[in-house]
């Protein structure tokens, strides 16, 4: 099982569409699917399904290891990855809820790799991929929008996390939630 925990950007996808409209025209970005838009807290990657009980221990204590209880986030903002000279990823940020989120990944991380799971390589910037680029054809009209845009997205009430598994697909990666944890 491919595995991933996240903070779903539930009711949130009319308006990351809308976002991503603006990139209309821009050679060689990939949309991701605005209706599982998320904040990944931590990529797991291939995970024994007999390993299931002690992940969801280990996520349940982080739940309750971070305590943030159940807040708000606003959404908003944009920004790349690794930077605009090199874009391969366009992502939304996010203006309020970073630091329950910051703190959820970071129990998360500490429980996971108290497991044997791969450390983070980079440090957690809280925000939801909208879209990927596979080759520069359109960077400049992406590194505009980037760069002259300071969108707001909306608010997202986060109440629980999810452990959500990935199967990837020819149409791309398809999601589904394994598990609930509430905040």
């Given amino acids: 099982m491919r595995l991933f925990v996240s903070a779903d950007l539930d009711g949130l996808g ?16 990939r949309f991701t699917d605005p209706t599982q838009a998320h904040i990944t807290l931590k990529f797991l990657g291939e995970t024994d399904p007999e390993r299931m009980n002690e992940l969801t221990e280990a996520i349940e ?8 209880g159940p807040f708000e986030a606003e959404i908003g903002g944009l920004g790349v990855f690794p930077h605009l000279d090199y874009i391969s990823v366009v992502w939304v940020g996010v203006r309020e809820g ?61 109440e629980e996390i999810r452990l959500t598994e990935s199967t990837l697909t020819e149409d791309g990666p398809e999601y589904s939630t ?3 944890f509430p905040l």
């Fill in 178 to 180: 394994v598990e609930r």
């Fill in 61 to 68: 204590s982080a739940v309750d290891d971070a305590d943030t």
């Fill in 98 to 158: 970073s630091a329950e989120l910051t703190a959820l990944h970071e129990a998360i991380e500490a429980q996971t790799t108290a497991m044997g799971f791969d450390p983070e390589d980079h440090e957690f910037t809280p925000h939801a991929t909208i879209a990927r680029m596979d080759h520069a054809g359109g960077k400049e009209i992406v590194q505009e929008v980037v760069e002259n845009r300071d969108p707001d997205v909306g608010a997202v009430a986060f």
């Fill in 14 to 29: 009319d308006s990351i569409a809308d976002l991503q409209s603006a990139f209309e025209g821009a050679s060689g970005l």
